[in-house]
C-alpha cells in the first residue's frame, strides 16, 4: 500500500511542471492504449470538478506537522497514518513536500518547505480498476482547477491544461507534443528536463 501511495505522488508530482505542447489536432498517440488528443480530453474533462470547493482545503492550509514531517524526509523515514515525499522541481527553485493521509488516500497535498499549502491533487476514478484515472491539480489560494492528468497505465499520461491544451504525453520517462514529437524528459529524481527542439534548422556552413 505504501509503494502504491508513493508512485502516485511520484507521478502526480511529476506532471505539474510538465512542459507546454503546441497547436491541437487529431493525431493518434501510441502508447499502451490509442487516443487520439480529443479523445483523451474527453475522457479526462468529463464530470471534472472545475473549482474544489476552499472549505475542504481550509484544515490543510497549514501543516501543523511540517517540522515532524521535515525530520522524517530528512532522516528517509515514514509516519504512521500519512506518506510523506519530498520534492524538487525546475533545477532546485521549487522545493517542498508532498503528503497523503491514510484516510483520504484520494487527495495529495502539495506543501512549501515552510509547511503552505501550495496545490491539491484530487485522485478522480472512472471505474473499480486502477486504469485509467484522472488526476485534477488545483490551486491551494483560488481553488481553481489547473491542469488535469489522464492516466492510462504506471508509465504512460496525459496531461492537459485547465483550457483543454495538451501539455504532455508522458510514455515512460519521454513527453511528447501532439505530434508525437518528444519535447521533455523526466526522471524519478522528480526533475523536468526540456529537450532542445527538433525543428531548428542546420546552420549554413561556408
Given at each position: 500500500?505504501?509503494?502504491?501511495?508513493?508512485?502516485?505522488?511520484?507521478?502526480?508530482?511529476?506532471?505539474?511542471?510538465?512542459?507546454?505542447?503546441?497547436?491541437?489536432?487529431?493525431?493518434l498517440l501510441q502508447g499502451s492504449v490509442s487516443y487520439t488528443v480529443d479523445s483523451a480530453?474527453?475522457?479526462?474533462?468529463?464530470?471534472l470538478d472545475m473549482k474544489l470547493d476552499k472549505e475542504l482545503l481550509k484544515p490543510y492550509l497549514e501543516d501543523e506537522n511540517?517540522?515532524?514531517?521535515?525530520?522524517?524526509?530528512?532522516?528517509?523515514?515514514?509516519?504512521?497514518?500519512?506518506?510523506?515525499?519530498?520534492?524538487?522541481?525546475?533545477?532546485?527553485?521549487?522545493?517542498?513536500?508532498?503528503?497523503?493521509?491514510?484516510?483520504?488516500p484520494e487527495y495529495v497535498y502539495y506543501y512549501s518547505n515552510g509547511g503552505y499549502l501550495i496545490a491539491v491533487d484530487a485522485n478522480q476514478k472512472y471505474n473499480e480498476d486502477v486504469y485509467p484515472y484522472k488526476v485534477g491539480k488545483y490551486s491551494a489560494v483560488t481553488g481553481n482547477l489547473?491542469?488535469?492528468g489522464f492516466y492510462v497505465s504506471d508509465d504512460e499520461q496525459y496531461v492537459y491544461s485547465k483550457n483543454g491544451k495538451l501539455k504532455a504525453h508522458w510514455v515512460g520517462n519521454i513527453g511528447y507534443n501532439e505530434k508525437g514529437r518528444p519535447i521533455a524528459a523526466r526522471d524519478?529524481?522528480?526533475?523536468i528536463i526540456k529537450k532542445e527542439s527538433t525543428d531548428k534548422k542546420p546552420q549554413k556552413t561556408n
Open positions: 500500500m505504501k509503494n502504491i501511495k508513493k508512485l502516485f505522488i511520484i507521478l502526480a508530482i511529476l506532471f505539474i511542471f510538465s512542459p507546454n505542447a503546441f497547436s491541437e489536432n487529431e493525431t480530453r474527453e475522457l479526462a474533462f468529463e464530470g511540517n517540522k515532524e514531517n521535515r525530520l522524517a524526509i530528512k532522516n528517509g523515514t515514514q509516519i504512521e497514518g500519512r506518506t510523506i515525499m519530498s520534492f524538487v522541481m525546475a533545477k532546485g527553485l521549487i522545493k517542498g513536500y508532498a503528503l497523503v493521509y491514510d484516510d483520504k489547473v491542469s488535469i524519478y529524481n522528480d526533475e
